[in-house]
Every structure is written in C-alpha cells, then in structure tokens.
C-alpha cells in the first residue's frame, strides 16, 4: 500500500459501548486505531457509540445523530450491494409490535462493533461482512489485524530501502 493511500485512509469504529464485554475487545481496536494515527499510517479515526438499534421513524432523522446514522447505514448497504457483500452482525430492518399500546415500531439492528474505512470520503471497506469469496466474516478486529501486518510489512519496506552505510 502506498504512503498516500494510507496517509489519506481515515477509519470510523462503531460500538453499541465503550466498555469490552466477551468476544468484544473495544479497548484494544481503539489502542491500534490511536498507533496508526500516531504513527502516520492512517489520517485519522473516529469513535461513534451508536447502541443495539435505531429506529426508523421520522423523529429520529430530525436530529443529527439519527440523521447522520441512517446516512450511514443506508451508505454502507449501498457499498456491500455494489461490491458483492453481506453485512453481518446486523444492519437488519425489524418491525415490533407491542401487544400492550397497539403500536408498530421499525427499527435497524446495529453491531456491535462495526469498523469502516475511507480514503479520500470514499468508502473502502465495511466490516463486519462477508464477500462472495469469503467462507467466514471478517470482524472488526481482523481488519485492524490486517492493517497492522501491512503496517510492518511496509515499515519493513521502507527500512530496506534505505541504503546502508557499509
């Protein structure tokens, strides 16, 4: 991977908590993401605590969050319909009904670790997901695994290109 390419990489995480429960180690993916920032190879991250679900009624679209949320969403279904990709871990659309005030609410489940990533605003990849090549999902913290093995294959790179003094 290039050096423009990473130092225009931007990576937007996603979680229902800032607190690790199991299987979920959100304060390791946030301590990689910070390396990454501080050592050059990405522009930059952002941490968005976004819950189990989001409803899809109009109120929610008139505040900023929800608003900012659904566009969000409703882009990283476009990204995985045009590339051949399943999102997995929710980005599912259900409907409750509640037998007590008669009321039908709709409403999008969320992950619960959810990480993106952007060079340029375009977006690159979304994960959780799975692709048609794919036997099993790539989770958040595969993706951040592989950036840093490109991260030190490129450090290793740079290291060997550097002429010696020999």
Request: charged share 25%; aromatic share 6%.
């Amino acid at each position: 991977m290039s050096d423009e390419a990473t130092s225009s990489r931007t990576l937007e995480l996603y979680v229902r908590s800032l607190s690790s429960s199991a299987g979920v180690h959100v304060e390791s993916i946030i301590d990689r993401l910070d390396m990454f920032a501080a050592e050059g190879y990405i522009k930059d991250f952002t941490v968005t605590v976004w819950g189990e679900r989001i409803s899809t009624g109009s109120s929610v679209a008139r505040t900023d969050t929800g608003a900012s949320l659904r566009r969000r969403i409703t882009e990283f279904r476009q990204w995985a319909s045009h590339n051949g990709v399943t999102l997995e871990g929710g980005f599912e659309q259900r409907t409750v009904h509640s037998s007590i005030t008669g009321e039908t609410h709709e409403f999008v489940t969320l992950p619960t670790v959810a990480l993106a990533a952007r060079t340029d605003d375009e977006l690159d990849w979304v994960v959780p997901s799975t692709d048609e090549t794919e036997t099993e999902t790539t989770t958040p913290m595969d993706r951040v695994q592989t950036i840093a093995t490109e991260w030190q294959e490129s450090e290793t790179i740079d290291r060997a290109a550097i002429p010696s003094d020999d």
